[in-house]
Every structure is written in structure tokens, then in C-alpha cells.
């Protein structure tokens, strides 16, 4: 594969004013969420923030829930990035899960309530020094209760955060088709992050009903949970190409659909580049036909 830039994967437009790279970067694995483990140094943690943007990704996917043991996602991006480049765009999320609260810890459940959701944006602008947040994401969750709140009164409340200059656009992550609709009728969805990659297709209608709509999907967990029989699929392929099992699975997505942007992420620099790589391999007729 030619040397890694993330220009040639192409770029597409968030809610009609974020043009971003296709490929982008998820800082999750930074902090070795959400167990710890495998939590790359402190050095390596900047060092893949910075070859990430020098590269010309400019979407990085983060949260200020993405903490653990005093390694925080945003702290890392800050220090690793600010002054922020004019055209990175910057996507957070919040959640049942509260991120806002320097008396909570990260993983302190309060519900959808409308003030933890405004905590939890402001904890996001201040631990990343922005004044306004380009987009967030209401990530949702199976076990929230009625009694924590809703999904409708959670867009309400984000919307009028919106409406205060503290975020740019909505998005919603976690969620089935009746839930997307539902909350398109609450307010503007430009984004959806759900579970998708190449051995999981659950959500295939709603990748295309996006597409549709011109609402970005993007897949969380793009490189996860292959069984042998996916892998070997993959590896077929990639092997007739001269590339890596992840650079067929992320050029699969890419070519999937225009709607689909990818955030894999990485603490490595060395797997980084094998990442962003993959947006120089266009898959042929053959090779789609063998994954269909």
C-alpha cells in the first residue's frame, strides 16, 4: 500500500457545513476505555493525535466519559492539538452514562435529565477548550427507565443548548430505525453512530436510509468482533491486494456507502497509518462480489 493519507478517502459533508475526511479517528482507546487496559503512554497517546491531523484526518470522535485512571480523551486532544487546526471538527457524545460532574465519577449513571445533559456539554467544551461544540451525539442505552427520561426530552433539552451557541448540530448514536425517526421528528439529526461493520450488518436498511436523508453514519466498533469464517473472507482479499485484514474491512465500509464515515482507533502511530492507508484502496467489482 502507497504511504498513508487520509485525503485520498475522499470527504463528505456533516449537516450541510462540517466537510470532514471519511476517514477520521476515534480517541477511545487512548484512555484504554473502558477497562484500562492496553492504554498506550502518555507520549504515544500525542504523538498518534498529531500524525493523525499532520496525515489530514480532521474528524476526531471522542467523549469526556473516555477517562480512566486520571487518562481523559479530551485532556489528551487538547494538549496534543490546541490551538485547534481551523478545520478539525471535533465530535463528542453524552448520555445516560453522566461525563459532567467533577464530584461524579466518569461513569456515574443520573439518567437523560436536562441537567446532567447540560453538565455533561459543559464538561466537554471545558475539558477541550472550545466555546462551542461542532456536533454531539445523545447516545442512548438499552437500560434507560422512564423514570431517568427520555430520548424526546433529551433532544429538547440538547436543542435548546443548541440554540444557545454551545453545540452546532445533533446527532444520535445507539439507537433502531423507530428511534431515528422519532427523533427527526424532535429535531435536525445530521449524524447516527451505530454498530456496523463487515460481520455485522443488523443495521444494512438504515446505512441506506441515511444515505437517503444525507445523514452521516458512522459505524462505532468498524474493526471489531470478526469470527474466523469473516476474517478468512477478508483475508482473501486483502491477501489478492497486497493489503491488511482491517484495510479491506475499512475500505468495505467506505465503499458501502457514501454516507458511511469511519473512526478507527488506534494507539499505536504505526497502526494509525495502516488505518488511514486503507483509504487508497479502492475495492474492484471482484473484490465486492466476493463480499456481498
Known sequence: MTTADATPGGHSV??????????????????????????????????????????????????????????????????ALHPYPDDLVIVTKVGPIMEGDEDLKPGTRVGLTADGLRRAVEANLSSLGIDRLDLVNLRMDAAVTPEEGSMESALETLSGLRDEGLIRHL?????????????????????????????????DAMVDSCARAGIAFVPFFPLSDFDDAV???????????????????????????PSILVIPGTGSVAHLEENIAAGQLPLSAEDLAELA
Open 14 to 79: 456533516i449537516g450541510g457545513d462540517l466537510d470532514v475526511t471519511r476517514i477520521g479517528y476515534g480517541s477511545m482507546k487512548l484512555t484504554g476505555w473502558p477497562d484500562g487496559a492496553r492504554r498506550p503512554a502518555r507520549d504515544t497517546a500525542l504523538a498518534v493525535l498529531r500524525r493523525a491531523v499532520e496525515l489530514g484526518v480532521n474528524h476526531i470522535d471522542t467523549s469526556y466519559y473516555y477517562n480512566r485512571d486520571g487518562v481523559a480523551a479530551n485532556e489528551l486532544i487538547r494538549a
Open 171 to 203: 446527532g444520535i448514536s445507539n439507537v433502531s430505525a423507530p428511534q431515528l425517526a422519532e427523533a427527526q421528528a424532535v429535531a435536525p439529526i445530521v449524524s447516527v453512530q451505530n454498530l456496523y461493520n463487515f460481520g455485522r450488518r443488523e443495521h
Open 231 to 257: 476474517t478468512a473472507r477478508l483475508a482473501k482479499v486483502a491477501a489478492r491486494r497486497d493489503a491488511t485484514v482491517p484495510q479491506v474491512a475499512l475500505a468495505w465500509l467506505l465503499a458501502r456507502s
